[in-house]
C-alpha cells in the first residue's frame, strides 16, 4: 500500500520540470543562437507542461539548420549562416513564436476545461 502512494507521488503532474530548454546544438553557431534564445527567454507566468528543445542540423552549404520544438511541435525553422546580426534576430523572432505558441496552447487548455465547455454525459 505503501509503495503504491508513492508511485502514484511520483507521478504527480505538479511534481514534474516544467519549461526546460534543452539544447542539442553542435556547432558553435547552434551554440550561439541557444545563448542568445536563452538569454532573451520569458517564461509565460501561467504557462505549465511544455519543453523547448534547440536542435541543430546539418544543412548543404555555409551554415546550420536550427529548429525550435515545443513538445514535439515546430514552432522555429531557419538556415543560419554565422552572422551575429542574422543569430540575434533569428533568436529573437524565435522567442517571440516560441511565447506565442506556448500561450496559444496555455489558453487552448484553459478553455477545454472552463464550465461551458464540461459536459454532462447526458446526449
Not at 527567454?41 to 541543430?56: F, N, Q
Amino acid at each position: 500500500m505503501k509503495e503504491q502512494a508513492e508511485t502514484d507521488q511520483s507521478r504527480d503532474p505538479e511534481m514534474e520540470i516544467d519549461g526546460l530548454i534543452i539544447s542539442e546544438t553542435l556547432t558553435k553557431i547552434g551554440v550561439d543562437f541557444y545563448d542568445l534564445f536563452y538569454q532573451r527567454w520569458v517564461p509565460p507566468p501561467t504557462a505549465s507542461g511544455y519543453e523547448v528543445r534547440i536542435e541543430e542540423l546539418p544543412a548543404p552549404g555555409f551554415g546550420t539548420l536550427i529548429v525550435v520544438n515545443v513538445n514535439e511541435t515546430t514552432v522555429f525553422q531557419r538556415v543560419l549562416q554565422p552572422r551575429y546580426d542574422q543569430l540575434e534576430a533569428s533568436a529573437e523572432l524565435a522567442v517571440s513564436l516560441t511565447q506565442r505558441h506556448v500561450n496559444d496552447q496555455q489558453r487552448l487548455i484553459q478553455q477545454l476545461y472552463e464550465e461551458d465547455q464540461q459536459g454532462t454525459g447526458i446526449y
